[in-house]
Structure formats: structure tokens, C-alpha cells
Nanobody, 129 residues
Framework: QVQLVESGGGSVQAGGSLRLSCAVS????????MGWFRQAPGKEREFVAA????????YYVDSVKGRFILSRDNYKNTLDLQMNTLKPEDTAVYYC??????????????????????WGRGTQVTVSS
């Protein structure tokens, strides 16, 4: 059974940084497309960043481009999200997600929640102004 556990959330002031990590068990991150989503109170879950199955392509929502960096550690079996220059509008619960392994998904598909079949429980990120 695949399990995803997020860590690294917390409270920071605007302009600060946080590094989220998603530890994966029951499925190897190698050859698995993965992503991060977030959900603010009263809003729908939205795409933040994703990495392709081969790891050769990364995708970001426009609002985090140039500030967030997604990386995958094939040895540790983790997916990390480095978040810099945080803004109050980044405040949300952040979720890690994994797609079915050894399956190709387009960049647009990776931005959709129903592409993923495994989800973590989320970690809270709060950015104060």
C-alpha cells in the first residue's frame, strides 16, 4: 500500500522560505510522476508543481514560478518543494500526490487532481504579512 507523508510546513513571515518534503513508501518515485497541490480555506485544491515520470520535466503554476523549486530524490524516495520568497497568498494546506507508476502523463494532465491515485494528508503552511 502506497503512503505519502508530508513534512516541513510551518509559519513564516512574508519573504521567508520553507522546504516541504514528501516521503513515499510502497511505491518508488523513480518512473512515477508526482506533484504538489494546495488548498486554502474556502477554496478548491489547486495545482502547485509537478515532475514528469522520467524526471526530465517540471511544471509550476504561474504564481510560484521563479520562487518554488521542485526536486525528486530517487535514493531517499522523496519529493521536495523548496519555497522561497513566500507570500501571504501561499498560505494553504499543501498535499503531495503520486500518479500510477510507469505511466506517461502530459504536462496538462499533471495539473489535474484526478491524475493522481495516492495522496498525503497535507502539511499546513502559513505566511504572515
Amino acid at each position: 500500500q502506497v503512503q505519502l507523508v508530508e513534512s516541513g510546513g510551518g509559519s513564516v513571515q512574508a519573504g521567508g522560505s520553507l522546504r516541504l518534503s514528501c516521503a513515499v513508501s510502497g511505491r518508488t518515485v523513480v518512473n512515477t510522476a508526482m506533484g504538489w497541490f494546495r488548498q486554502a480555506p474556502g477554496k478548491e485544491r489547486e495545482f502547485v508543481a509537478a515532475i514528469s515520470r522520467a524526471g526530465s520535466n517540471t511544471y509550476y503554476v504561474d504564481s510560484v514560478k521563479g520562487r518554488f523549486i521542485l526536486s525528486r530524490d530517487n535514493y531517499k524516495n522523496t519529493l521536495d518543494l523548496q519555497m522561497n520568497t513566500l507570500k501571504p497568498e501561499d498560505t494553504a494546506v499543501y498535499y503531495c500526490a503520486a500518479a500510477r507508476p510507469v505511466t506517461f502523463y502530459s504536462g496538462s494532465a499533471l495539473q489535474q487532481t484526478d491524475t493522481y491515485d495516492a495522496w498525503g494528508r497535507g502539511t499546513q503552511v502559513t505566511v504572515s504579512s
